[in-house]
C-alpha cells in the first residue's frame, strides 16, 4: 500500500495559478505512475495527468494541456501538478493516485489520497 499526503490548493482568482503537491510513502517501489484526479461537485471523477518515475513520461487530459504541468522529485517522492490560467470549470476536489502502471492509474485502480480543495472565482 502506498500512502499519498496532498498538500496545497486554495482559492484563486480566474487566470491565476496554483500548485498541489503529494508525498508518497510506504510500498511506493509498487507504484511506477502517479497521477492527478478530479472531481468537482455534481460530476464524475475524471483523470487530469500523470507522470512515471522512471521514464517522465506524462499524459494529460485535453482540457488542461499547456496550462498545467506535472512533475516529480524522485528523491522526495512527491509529484506536483501546476496549474496556470485556472477557469472556474477548474474548480474542483484534487486527488493524489499512485499506480502500478500509467494505463491502471488513469482507470483509477490504486492508492489514493484524501484530496485537496482548488476552487477558482469568476
Known amino acids: 500500500q502506498v500512502k499519498l499526503v496532498e498538500s496545497g490548493g486554495g482559492l484563486v482568482q480566474a487566470g491565476g495559478s496554483l500548485s498541489v503537491s503529494c508525498v508518497a510513502s510506504g510500498r511506493t517501489g509498487s507504484a511506477e505512475a502517479m497521477g492527478w484526479f478530479r472531481q468537482a461537485p455534481g460530476k464524475e471523477r475524471e483523470f487530469v495527468a500523470c507522470i512515471t518515475w522512471s521514464s517522465d513520461t506524462t499524459v494529460y487530459i485535453d482540457s488542461v494541456k499547456g496550462r498545467f504541468t506535472i512533475s516529480k522529485d524522485n528523491a522526495k517522492n512527491t509529484v506536483t501538478l501546476q496549474m496556470n490560467a485556472l477557469t472556474p470549470e477548474d474548480t474542483a476536489t484534487y486527488y493524489c493516485?499512485?499506480?502500478?502502471?500509467?494505463?491502471?492509474?488513469?482507470?483509477?485502480?490504486?492508492?489514493w489520497g484524501q484530496g485537496t480543495q482548488v476552487t477558482v472565482s469568476s
Open positions: 493516485v499512485a499506480g502500478a502502471t500509467t494505463l491502471l492509474l488513469r482507470s483509477g485502480i490504486g492508492s
